[in-house]
């Protein structure tokens, strides 16, 4: 028995592994289905009429010649360079628009890499908060100098979390909850979303972090001058 | 047979000309390029698309996502001011390869 959509998600995955994207990948399987349509209105059935609508559609190789030509705007490379630095290197098959096989991560080994992911910057976070954040600040006091804008912002919003971090942290599980509960896409993009998150996050805390280490050598340094 | 070189070199004032008509999709260009043609013009399927993200690249269409009478997704290509002026460009060139070819057969038979 010929299953049309299983047959589809195929030519898909054929296409993808030559390097055509998803968004192009929507807009030609679109393209297929009209034309299996037209052939079936002929009379054929559907096994032929897939045949001669992936035939017409082109070779992947030849078809991927000329998609590299064509290039990719902007946006697509930014929204690949985001699926891969959130670690999505598959985030395409994640959002087509095929309904069956569409290759989800399950719910708790995301979660569970989550978890992990922001383990170090929750850790680094908490250390800087007890351990160098009020050594800083002392520095600074006793060498008068002020700290510059970017660093005194990013230490005013790490203190904001800090004083309501049990009032955030519901927050969160209660959104989450939320979209886990009522949002059909949602899985769609739970993969996507959180690793873009934890990207953010862990980028976010190591700067901050060397930022503060910099600035604490530099305090350090005005400290001997004064001396 | 059309030679590739000419329907590739045709393929973008087509394009353009169709669109200038008003709002379409890949599918139905294809289509229509085939029935003006009487089934001469006949593009692979997957080659139309490059050319249509090139030109939307070029900024000379644009491309909007919306949806089929049976509600499936579909890309609606447009055009743009570039474009219009594109179109006038290619339609002077090919007006006057034309106007030359046509000129010479005349004087054949003189």
Redesign the interface.
Known sequence: MFDLEKSIVNWREEMRAAGIGAAVLDELEGHLREEIEQQLQTGLNLPAAFGIATRQMGQTAALKAEFSKAGTTIFEQLKQLAGTLAGTHRYQLAANMNTIATKLEPRWATYLKTAAFIMPAACLWVLSCVFILPKLQQLCVVAKVTMPGPIATAIALSDLLRQNLIATSAMVLLTLILLEWRAHWWPNYRRFVFGTVMFVLNSGTLLLITALLIMAVMVAAHLSGEK | MIRKELVAASAEPLILSLLAKGESY??AIIQEVKARSGGKLNW????L???L??L??RGLIKARWGE?ETG????YYSLKKDGHQALQIHNEQWSMVHSVLSGLQKEQYV
């Open positions: 890949g599918y692979t399927d997957g080659m698309y490059p050319v993200h090139r939307e690249r089929s499936r997704k579909r890309k």
